[in-house]
C-alpha cells in the first residue's frame, strides 16, 4: 500500500511537463549555438507567439520569429547560451517560466567579442501533446566587450 507522501498521477504528470519544458528550453540554446537555425528555432513557437528582447525589437507570430533568428544568424558569427536556475511551474496546458542566460558572442562584421547576461522569462502552452514557447520575454542586464569583464561596462554598443 503507497505511503502518503508517495507521488500521484497529477503530480507525476507535472514533473513529466516541467522536464519537457527544460528539454524545450536547452533545444532553444543549442538551436542558438548552431548559427540560429531559424527553421527548427521557429517550430519551437506556437504560430502566434511573441519573442520580445528590449533592444532586439519584439517579434509577433511564428514567421517574424524565424525572420529574427535568420538575422541572429547573418549578423553573429559564435554564440554560446547558457539557460541556468530555471524556476517552472505548470498548470494543465499552460507554464510560465524564468531563466537566468550567460551568453558569450562574437559578431560577424568585427570579431568583437561580447559577454552578454540577463534574464528570460516564457509563457508555454501545450499544442498536440507538445510544449512550445508562448512568449519569450529577454531582459538584457548586462552587454559587455569581452576585454571589459562583465562587471566594468554594463551596455555596450552592440555592431
Known sequence: MPSDDSPNQADVANLLAVEAIRRLKY???????????????????????VWEGGMF?????????????RGSGQTVAF??????????????????GSWYLW????????????WLMGKYNDDYALVDGEW???NVKL?????????????????????
Open 139 to 159: 531582459t538584457v542586464d548586462i552587454l559587455t566587450p569581452y576585454d571589459d569583464g562583465p562587471g566594468k561596462i554594463r551596455m555596450a554598443p552592440f555592431s
Open 27 to 49: 533545444r532553444y540554446a543549442g538551436y542558438c549555438d548552431q548559427n540560429y537555425a531559424p527553421d527548427s528555432l521557429a517550430e519551437l513557437f506556437t504560430e502566434d507567439a
Open 103 to 114: 551568453q558569450s558572442l562574437v559578431m560577424k562584421k568585427d570579431s568583437k567579442a561580447f
Open 132 to 134: 512550445k514557447f508562448a
Open 57 to 69: 525589437g519584439i517579434h509577433q507570430g511564428r514567421e517574424a520569429i524565424r525572420e529574427l533568428f
Open 79 to 96: 554564440a554560446a547560451h547558457y539557460m541556468l536556475n530555471p524556476i517552472i511551474d505548470v498548470s494543465d496546458d499552460r507554464g510560465i
